[in-house]
């Protein structure tokens, strides 16, 4: 249904509803997406320190290096949204970040090169922080509640 037909429906008062919208396919998609996203952040957030510390490094060592993943990510946020905002397109702005930040730990682990698993880490970092920013705006541009009549 066009906007200003479902703007106008909201303005009238008639009453919306969701029924059927928690069973839809493209909102268990991006349940599912956005839960492997955040079990990334939280793997990362969890771990990291703890693989520092593998290495052999102090504790300054490891809170000074374990701020660099967060740090990248943080850059990553904004530079990675401006060229989604420029190109508006989120598909492969989400896909490519998820991957990638799945796909870093697991060679990080296979690799017995501290600093190359360091810079996994941190890639994996930035692609798992600015896979969040392009999440985002595609759900809100759905429409998720549907007019009862139409």
Same mark, same amino acid.
């Given at each position: 249904?066009p906007?200003?037909?479902?703007?106008?429906?909201?303005?009238?008062?008639?009453?919306?509803?969701?029924?059927?919208?928690?069973?839809?396919?493209? *909102?268990?998609?991006?349940?599912?997406?956005?839960?492997?996203? =955040?079990?990334?952040?939280?793997?990362?957030?969890?771990?990291?320190?703890?693989?520092?510390?593998?290495f052999?490094l102090?504790?300054?060592? /490891?809170?000074?290096?374990?701020s660099?993943?967060?740090?990248?990510?943080? *850059?990553?946020?904004?530079l990675? /949204?401006?060229?989604?905002?420029?190109?508006?397109?989120?598909?492969?702005?989400? =896909?490519?970040?998820c991957?990638?930040?799945? *796909?870093?730990?697991?060679?990080?682990?296979?690799?017995?090169?501290? /600093?190359?698993?360091?810079?996994?880490?941190?890639?994996?970092?930035?692609? =798992?922080?600015?896979?969040? /920013?392009?999440?985002?705006?595609?759900?809100?541009a759905?429409? *998720?509640?549907?007019?009862?009549?139409?």
């Amino acid at each position: 249904m066009p906007l200003r037909h479902r703007t106008r429906q909201e303005r009238s008062g008639a009453p919306l509803h969701s029924e059927g919208s928690a069973h839809s396919c493209r *909102i268990l998609a991006l349940g599912v997406v956005y839960f492997g996203a =955040v079990v990334g952040l939280y793997g990362l957030s969890l771990w990291l320190p703890a693989i520092l510390r593998s290495f052999g490094l102090s504790s300054m060592q /490891t809170g000074a290096l374990g701020s660099l993943s967060a740090l990248a990510g943080a *850059i990553g946020m904004v530079l990675w /949204t401006r060229q989604s905002d420029a190109t508006n397109e989120r598909r492969w702005h989400m =896909v490519l970040p998820c991957v990638v930040g799945a *796909i870093g730990p697991v060679i990080a682990g296979g690799i017995h090169s501290p /600093t190359v698993s360091f810079l996994l880490l941190i890639a994996a970092g930035f692609d =798992v922080y600015t896979s969040l /920013t392009s999440f985002w705006p595609p759900p809100t541009a759905m429409p *998720i509640f549907c007019p009862m009549s139409e």
